[in-house]
């Protein structure tokens, strides 16, 4: 089992449609996916449809009492454990808990599902806490992505930090460009001075209406099959996360 | 904050029987009222059913298919296994297919075997999902129509409405379970059933084959009874895959009607002083002719089912030579088995068959008279009493320093053995003899692997031995054959060395008695 966590700590670059859909494409390979919503606002929930039970919340959560919770998505192979409200307030949670140990909660309570996935992946707030800590911890790969702009940049800059103040490899970190819209020369000009890093993978995600509408119509865009565009997108990426994660 | 395992249950899946299209109808219109319902799609076409001809999948419970360009094990229940891409053909052997999740598991269960189309089901499926009012799908329905084809016969089978849950969403899934209990659908708990009545299709019958020997014998069976009835069975095995051979389907239908002659000549020789001289010698000569025209094309295949391990056995730089002398082999085997085709179709092979077959049951046959009216199970008894102490006698005597002529002997001596126990098996207390061939047959393991290691070496320095000339194949071929030679010689030595122990290891004083106990035991039951 791999756990692949989609993170940036700068809200609106795109981390709930690459979450979404990278999950997606994953199960279309024939793997068992699940996908978590760790964010409260539940996007990720909402392009599924799907709703937590009412005996959901975050304590049950943290008890590691929420495998029932975990509900089938409309596709064979990929299954979603769904946010709730509770999940807000998860890092203070978080902190309550033992302070040795606070950092590696998320990591104990995947753990026992790693005969029953092949990858997990994560979609999480953009914050920067002690819930992100244990998303860096608990994953094989941070896959982070960056509107090709100074602000962007910045929240990349910030991760760097993390990593180096828990002490983890850079290595795991997987970059993208996301919302890229090559008729702006910063991105164009962004993109050709960072996208050399290692850091950077090669494939990115354009700006396009259709992941825009992805809320109207509540489905993954790969759904549309080799019509869409955005969804050949996404397919890339994952092939490029699978290859870079293999390395 | 200890955290036990997920109970994660796979999601339900059942199965109804639908007596026709009205009952689906109402069903899905009382599923309508309470739920929206979508029809998300049909699909049909054809799905090939393969197995080995000795039936390696269906005996493990595993069914392999074919559709449209997927290659499919699953089990009885439907359960995947693994997949791999793969279109429809008469035969597969486990090399014809890719590297994939499938290969590993199926190579495991049949091995060298064929996998032969035994039928195929055209079926249609139609997919509804029932939604919620966010519109997600918290149930699927999957009606099924299928018909099978073998050879000339058809089937429909029963229509069937399976309903799945979706993870998460099991009290909608109760829900319409039990509306479907209601509308007064059976379900179905097991679709072996269904299975097997798509396999009656076939010419074939399930399990009618295998290659382990078993012939019921009456304890109170005479012996020309007995060697009528294994013997029939044993040219019935030689007829079976008679058919095999021909077609070179696969290497084990020749391998199992040799082991049909060999199990024929051994009960000759064995039985020889109760069976009519004349004929024994007559039909001991023509078995051992068949047995020698059949010979070449299975040594051949020997090596060419080794082609995998002498591989591994050599470096690389080894293993373009090695692939000349796999190549000679195969140009040889083209030979080898148009002459063999042409033996087992020349008048002397079928006299052989119908003259056997017919002093086998005629009733005024040779094989019935005389002291052959006798009862079988005390000369069974006498027979294994002496051919064990023989076998230990021998045994017993060999020392590490010992020839290998020895345990080349003392392995035909336990062949003998081990073939007249499965013969007279059921006279026997079953599991008791059981434990005894199996203690058997690890040392028998033992010595098999020894005697094989010295034939392919001996044929292998033959091959070497031939070689001329100084052109680069001949260096190439030499160098593989060399460090082959040297490879199995180090493994005829461990083998060897294996010997001492295996053997002490069955003729424990629970062993020597274990067979005194069975055969002690069912004298006092006839008595």
New interface residues.
């Given amino acids: 089992m791999k756990i692949i966590a989609v993170y940036s700590s700068k809200g609106g670059v795109g981390k709930t449609a690459g979450a979404v859909n990278l999950a997606y494409t994953a199960s279309r390979t ?1 793997r068992q996916v699940l996908l978590c919503d760790m964010d409260s606002q539940g996007a990720a929930s909402y392009y ?4 937590p ?1 009412k005996k959901f919340n975050r304590s049950r959560l ?3 009492d929420f ?6 998505t ?1 596709y064979d192979g990929l ?1 979603l454990l769904p946010a709730h409200f509770s999940f807000r307030n998860l890092d203070i949670a978080l902190k309550e ?1 033992q302070h040795e ?1 606070s950092r590696k ?1 998320l990591a ?2 995947l ?3 790693k005969d ?1 996935y092949d990858y997990i992946i994560l979609d999480c707030p953009p914050n920067l806490t002690i819930l992100s800590e244990n998303i860096i911890i608990a994953a094989d790969s941070v896959v982070t992505p960056v509107v090709p702009t100074t602000l962007s940049l910045l929240a990349l800059e910030q991760l760097l930090k993390l990593f180096k103040k828990l002490d983890c490899p850079k290595e795991k970190i997987l970059a993208f460009f996301s919302m890229v819209e090559r008729r702006k020369s910063m991105h164009l000009g962004v993109m050709s001075k960072y996208g050399k890093y290692p850091l950077f993978m090669k494939s990115y995600v354009p700006y396009m209406a259709e992941i825009e509408k992805m809320g109207l119509h ?1 489905k993954p865009v790969g759904l549309a099959g080799s019509k869409s565009v955005a969804g050949r997108a996404y397919d890339l990426l994952w092939q490029e996360i699978r290859e870079r994660m293999a390395d | 904050m200890p955290i036990t395992g997920p109970d994660m249950k796979l999601p339900q899946e059942i199965t109804f029987l639908l007596e026709g299209p009205p009952q689906a109808g109402e069903l899905l219109d009382s599923l309508a009222s309470r739920f929206m319902v979508e029809e998300t799609g049909k699909i049909s076409g054809q799905k090939y059913y393969y197995d080995t001809f000795d039936w390696r999948l269906f005996r493990k419970s595993f069914v392999l298919t074919v559709t449209g360009n997927r290659l499919e094990l699953s089990d009885f229940n439907g359960v995947s296994i693994g997949v791999s891409a793969g279109l429809p053909r008469k035969n597969y052997f486990c090399w014809d297919i890719q590297e994939s999740e499938l290969r590993e598991p199926l190579e495991a269960i049949i091995d060298m075997r064929a996998l032969i189309q035994i039928f195929s089901l055209n079926f249609a499926e139609r997919t509804f999902r029932v939604l919620n009012k966010d519109r997600k799908t918290v149930a699927r329905i999957v009606l099924r129509d299928e018909k099978a084809r073998g050879e000339g016969a058809q089937l429909d089978l029963p229509r069937r409405l399976s309903l799945q849950e979706i993870r998460g969403y099991g009290s909608v899934f109760d829900k319409i379970r039990k509306m479907c209990l209601k509308t007064g659908l059976k379900s179905i708990d097991d679709e072996q059933d269904l299975l097997k009545l798509a396999f009656s299709v076939s010419e074939r019958k399930l399990l009618d084959y295998g290659a382990k020997f078993r012939v019921d014998l009456d304890e109170t069976i005479t012996i020309g009874e007995a060697v009528s009835k294994i013997c029939l069975d044993l040219a019935g095995a030689m007829q079976i895959n008679h058919v095999g051979v021909c077609a070179d389907i696969d290497s084990e239908f020749l391998h199992d009607f040799r082991i049909a002659i060999r199990r024929t000549r051994s009960l000759l020789t064995l039985l020889k002083k109760v069976l009519p001289p004349e004929k024994t010698s007559y039909f001991q000569s023509e078995f051992k002719w068949l047995g020698s025209v059949t010979g070449p094309v299975r040594d051949i295949d020997v090596y060419l089912l080794k082609r995998k391990e002498y591989l591994g056995m050599l470096p690389e730089s080894l293993h373009s030579g090695l692939s000349l002398f796999f190549d000679e082999l195969e140009k040889m085997r083209i030979r080898e088995i148009k002459l063999l085709r042409r033996h087992l179709a020349s008048p002397r092979y079928r006299t052989l068959l119908e003259s056997w077959r017919l002093y086998l049951s005629e009733p005024g046959s040779e094989i019935f008279s005389t002291i052959r009216k006798k009862k079988c199970k005390p000369l069974a008894d006498k027979l294994i009493g002496k051919r064990f102490a023989g076998f230990l006698r021998d045994g017993d005597k060999i020392n590490e320093s010992s020839a290998d002529n020895e345990l080349h002997k003392l392995r035909i001596r336990g062949k003998k053995l081990r073939y007249l126990l499965e013969f007279f098996r059921s006279f026997y207390d079953e599991a008791e003899m059981e434990r005894f061939l199996k203690q058997m047959k690890r040392l028998q393991d033992n010595l098999g692997d020894f005697n094989d290691l010295s034939v392919q070496q001996e044929m292998l320095a033959l091959r070497l031995a031939e070689l001329s000339g100084r052109t680069q194949r001949t260096m190439q071929l030499g160098a593989s054959l060399g460090g082959l030679i040297s490879v199995l010689a180090g493994k005829h030595r461990s083998v060897r060395q294996a010997f001492q122990k295996s053997y002490s290891n069955f003729s424990k004083t629970g062993n020597r008695d274990l067979l005194d106990t069975v055969i002690s035991a069912s004298s006092r039951r006839v008595s």
């Fill in positions: 024939g599924y449809r799907i709703k039970k943290l008890k590691g495998y029932e919770f975990i509900r089938g409309d299954d808990a140990k909660v104990e309570l753990e026992p599902l029953e509540r």
